[in-house]
Nanobody
Framework: QVQLSESGGGLVQAGGSLRLSCVAS??????AGWFRQAPGKGRECVAA????????WYAAFVKGRFTISKDGAKSTVYLQMNNLEYEDTAVYYC?????????????????WGQGTRVTVSS
């Protein structure tokens, strides 16, 4: 049984930092993505990393501020978020997929965590 479990969300002031973690069980060699859904908006991909770390993608609005990484030994994917902005307020979801092609489209991800809320105060 595949499970993804996120943690690390919370309330932070603008300019601050948070690190989200996603522990995966029941999976190996998976592509990982972080998505977010702000109030009243659709879910969008923030960052994605292929299973072998050969492919890496960031949304333009987080480049230079967010970093996706993984610790294979711990089956954990991280999203380091620095210089947070009010507009980064959202529920952040970890997602995973197993396929030969690197993808950032939400519909292509098979497994999802329950989400962790990030609130940035201005």
């Amino acid at each position: 049984q595949v499970q993804l479990s996120e943690s690390g969300g919370g309330l932070v002031q603008a300019g601050g930092s948070l690190r989200l973690s996603c522990v995966a069980s029941g999976l190996r060699d998976y592509d990982a993505g972080w998505f977010r859904q702000a109030p009243g908006k659709g879910r969008e991909c923030v960052a994605a990393l292929s299973w072998d770390e050969s492919n890496l993608w960031y949304a333009a609005f987080v480049k230079g501020r967010f970093t996706i990484s993984k610790d294979g030994a711990k089956s954990t994917v991280y999203l380091q978020m620095n210089n947070l902005e009010y507009e980064d307020t959202a529920v952040y979801y970890c997602a995973a997929r197993t396929s030969n092609e690197f993808e950032i489209r939400e519909a292509q991800y098979h497994y999802w965590g329950q989400g962790t809320r990030v609130t940035v105060s201005s």
